[in-house]
């Protein structure tokens, strides 16, 4: 098979130096919607280098995005075909603010492989540490269509009980027709998301969002909505993607907050609130 468990367990972390600038910072901030209105002083806080803030969600694009999805498939033990590739959810622990530029070491490894029957899901674990010690855990969930059925672990279910009662706030987001094309640039250049023909071969009408962007804007919307803008706050985000996003769309995100803690719904308002983000959770102080 494609995929090779065994080597791709057992194969040694892949060690390099990543560094990004206040520039990386302000356009991944524009690249998840941020800035406008542009005047707005809550937003200068993304924009504007004299005020800047990160946030958190900017470690997984930190050093042009290296590693990510596309970076995952190229470990030893895994073979596939990028267009039955899907980022199936993402996690995030946050052990001390991101400064708004830095250097840093990012170590990454394949640290599970689950066979879900259609499918095999990648757990691709990234350690970053700088000079003072470790800034941020990641955990992409990189699902690949038709590839699993050999008998391995399922692995633990991401679903979470659905949160009870009606969301505490609902905001919502429109997603720009260029938002793809912008966000790229921060180092996803997966063809999926700009590429009309490579989309259809992958069983889409046209070029979907990439599900990080959609994870960074839903952030942004907790942060601004329910945390003062305090980007510090945030400990640990994680979520499964459960539908996709296409640019031009508008994002319903739901939130039910608790002590320490917001649980988020999003879903697409142009197509009968279709689910996109699921079992989320911004862990907060």
Same mark, same amino acid.
């Given at each position: 098979?494609?995929?090779?468990?065994?080597?791709?367990?057992?194969?040694?972390?892949?060690?390099?130096?990543?560094?990004?600038?206040?520039?990386?910072?302000?356009?991944?901030?524009?690249?998840?919607?941020?800035?406008?209105?542009?005047?707005?002083?809550?937003?200068?806080?993304?924009?504007?280098?004299?005020?800047?803030?990160?946030?958190?969600?900017?470690?997984?694009?930190?050093?042009?995005?290296?590693?990510?999805?596309?970076?995952?498939?190229?470990?030893?033990?895994?073979?596939?075909?990028?267009?039955?590739?899907?980022?199936?959810?993402?996690?995030?622990?946050?052990?001390?603010?991101?400064?708004?530029?830095?250097?840093?070491?990012?170590?990454?490894?394949?640290?599970?492989?689950?066979?879900?029957?259609?499918?095999?899901?990648?757990?691709? %674990?990234?350690?970053?540490?700088?000079?003072?010690?470790?800034?941020?855990?990641?955990?992409?969930?990189?699902?690949? %269509?038709?590839?699993?059925?050999?008998?391995?672990?399922?692995?633990?279910?991401?679903?979470?009980?659905?949160?009870?009662?009606?969301?505490?706030?609902?905001?919502?987001?429109?997603?720009?027709?260029?938002?793809?094309?912008?966000?790229?640039?921060?180092?996803?250049?997966?063809?999926?998301?700009?590429?009309?023909?490579?989309?259809?071969?992958?069983?889409?009408?046209?070029?979907?969002?990439?599900?990080?962007?959609?994870?960074?804007?839903?952030?942004?919307?907790?942060?601004?909505?329910?945390?003062?803008?305090?980007?510090?706050?945030?400990?640990?985000?994680?979520?499964?993607?459960?539908?996709?996003?296409?640019?031009?769309?508008?994002?319903?995100?739901?939130?039910?907050?608790?002590?320490?803690?917001?649980?988020?719904?999003?879903?697409?308002?142009?197509?009968?609130?279709?689910?996109?983000?699921?079992?989320?959770?911004?862990?907060?102080?």
């Amino acid at each position: 098979m494609p995929i090779d468990a065994a080597q791709a367990l057992a194969a040694e972390p892949r060690t390099g130096d990543i560094s990004w600038t206040a520039k990386d910072v302000q356009l991944y901030h524009l690249g998840i919607g941020a800035g406008r209105p542009a005047t707005d002083p809550d937003e200068l806080r993304y924009t504007l280098e004299s005020r800047l803030h990160v946030l958190p969600s900017f470690a997984t694009v930190a050093g042009s995005g290296a590693p990510g999805v596309i970076s995952g498939l190229s470990m030893p033990g895994v073979d596939v075909d990028l267009a039955r590739v899907l980022h199936g959810g993402q996690s995030l622990t946050v052990h001390r603010p991101i400064p708004a530029q830095g250097t840093a070491t990012a170590t990454s490894r394949v640290a599970a492989v689950h066979d879900k029957g259609k499918a095999a899901v990648l757990v691709l %674990r990234t350690d970053v540490e700088d000079a003072d010690g470790p800034l941020w855990t990641n955990d992409a969930q990189i699902y690949v %269509r038709g590839e699993g059925g050999w008998g391995g672990d399922r692995g633990p279910s991401a679903r979470l009980d659905a949160p009870t009662g009606e969301p505490e706030r609902v905001v919502e987001r429109a997603v720009r027709e260029d938002q793809a094309l912008l966000y790229r640039l921060s180092g996803d250049y997966n063809p999926l998301h700009a590429d009309p023909e490579f989309a259809k071969v992958a069983g889409f009408d046209r070029p979907i969002l990439h599900g990080l962007c959609t994870y960074g804007m839903t952030l942004k919307a907790v942060v601004d909505t329910l945390l003062g803008g305090d980007v510090t706050r945030v400990r640990a985000y994680s979520t499964r993607f459960a539908g996709v996003v296409y640019p031009g769309e508008t994002l319903r995100i739901r939130l039910w907050p608790a002590a320490g803690s917001v649980r988020v719904a999003v879903s697409a308002v142009e197509r009968d609130d279709a689910p996109v983000l699921a079992d989320t959770v911004v862990h907060h102080s």
